[in-house]
Nanobody, 126 residues
Framework: QVQLVESGGGLVQAGGSLRLSCAAS????????MGWFRQAPGKEREFVAA????????AYADSVKGRFTISRDNAKNTAYLQMTSLKPEDTAVYYC???????????????????WGQGTQVTVSS
């Protein structure tokens, strides 16, 4: 398993932007698919976005498509989630997750990820 540490959360007004980062400890980071999930109070953890080990394939939840962008820098062992046009309903704890995967595969289910970060709070005020 790989250790993951998120950063970049905070408080932002509706319509604003934030970039989350996820730093990974694994030297084999380039073989890991990476995902972002979120959990709002009283709700289940849900998929947000994911990216293949190659970085060539991505997937997004319908609720964030066109507003969020997932990316990765394999040289820096880091994945990112750029969030724009934020809405109050985006308020949640955001978690990054990773798991070894084939080069172009993009897992989107929680149970497909074996490594998780501690989460970072994102709060969007109206």
């Amino acid at each position: 398993q790989v250790q993951l540490v998120e950063s970049g959360g905070g408080l932002v007004q509706a319509g604003g932007s934030l970039r989350l980062s996820c730093a990974a400890s694994a030297r084999t980071f380039s073989s890991y698919a990476m995902g972002w999930f979120r959990q709002a109070p009283g709700k289940e953890r849900e998929f947000v976005a994911a990216i293949s080990p190659s970085g060539g394939n991505t997937a997004y939840a319908d609720s964030v498509k066109g507003r969020f962008t997932i990316s990765r820098d394999n040289a820096k062992n880091t994945a990112y989630l750029q969030m724009t046009s934020l809405k109050p309903e985006d308020t949640a704890v955001y978690y990054c997750a990773g798991d070894p995967a084939s080069y172009y595969y993009v897992p989107t289910a929680l149970n497909q990820y074996g490594s998780w970060g501690q989460g970072t709070q994102v709060t969007v005020s109206s």
